[in-house]
């Protein structure tokens, strides 16, 4: 079972802030005079007065709506995952992806990201299944309020571990990898029987070491494990 991570381990960049940009300058350039607004709120998050999910959530509200048809974010959502598949994967993730695909594993795209959009890169990568982030619905409609907690961290090991329970698998019984960028990924690093840190930063380099585990640099093409 192959867990990788989706923002800087997959993708170049950080996804959410590029699906925002993207979409507010693609579908509704007026809502930039908000980004002030919202740059304020980024700087309460640094300080400490602003949670991670609530800024995600006034992120969402104030840059894309607070309301909006389904319809309407599939499609955004589409043009983005065909944007960030052309021109923002790691060629080292795609080769991993395929290797381990060839090796019979099951690949598992966990990550913080929305739902509404990781999972059309996923399906375009040829992943079908997804832990993320999931928005609130009512009815044909996604709300900016989160349905649960921002799948990171903590959160992100205890939606992988309620995901395999939900699929019927023992962890005692499976054999998992878990790739990431980030320190943030460490309980889903320290969780898995390999732990795979891709394009990590120096603390991050540093942290595999203490771990054990093993450290790539998917921007190379021979960066895969077997």
Known sequence: MCFYDLDRTVTRFPTWSWFLARTILRYCPWRIVLVPFVMLVAIGRAVGWVSRDRIKEVMHGVLIGRDTRQAVIDRWAGSFADHVVRNGI??????????????????????AAHRFYAEPIARRLGISDVIATEARRRGNRITHRLAGANVYGE????????WLSGQGFAREDLLVRFYSDHASDAP????????????????????AGQHDWTSLDWNLTTAVVA
Not at 199 to 207: D, P
């Open 188 to 207: 889903c690093l320290a969780f898995a029987d390999r732990g795979i840190a891709v394009n990590g930063n120096r603390s991050m380099r540093a942290l």
């Open 155 to 162: 959160a992100k090991l205890a939606a992988v571990s309620a």
């Open 90 to 111: 790691r060629p080292g993730a795609l080769l991993q992806i395929a290797a381990d695909r060839a090796a019979g594993h099951r690949i598992v795209l966990a990550t």
